[in-house]
């Protein structure tokens, strides 16, 4: 059973950019209504891809430099990152089949 760690400015790099795993960063914020209704269905893909994936979520008004560093806009953004840098880009709420298929897209990927 895992579930999405909160990632911070300090820890971002160690956490999501040194990950031996492909990770899904969620940024997010409390006042965010998409944000909070996304936060469920992270939850469950954070259970079916325990192991493979690594979930973080960036609370963007307590971490505003490493939502700035992406040019995280808009809320919620969900990146997924592999051997440190970002490989997928997905913007508001968005089903729970489109965010699998970014998901597996990222594990199937071949090593540089």
Not at 14 to 32: I, M, S
Not at 53 to 69: E, H, L, T, Y
Not at 89 to 112: M, T, Y
Request: proline share 7%; glycine share 2%.
């Amino acid at each position: 059973m895992s579930k999405p760690v909160a990632v911070s400015d300090a820890d971002f790099d160690e956490k999501v950019l040194k990950a031996k795993n492909p990770v899904l960063v969620d940024f997010w914020a409390t006042w965010c209504r998409p944000c909070l209704m996304v936060a469920p269905i992270i939850d469950e893909l954070s259970e079916k891809y325990t192991g493979k994936i690594d979930f973080c979520k960036v609370d963007v008004d307590q971490n505003p430099k490493s939502a700035a560093k992406f040019n995280v806009m808009s809320i919620p953004t969900i990146l997924i990152f592999k051997n440190g840098l970002p490989v997928s880009h997905i913007v508001g709420l968005r089903p729970k089949a489109e965010l699998e298929k970014n998901l597996d897209s990222a594990l199937n990927q071949k090593q540089d």
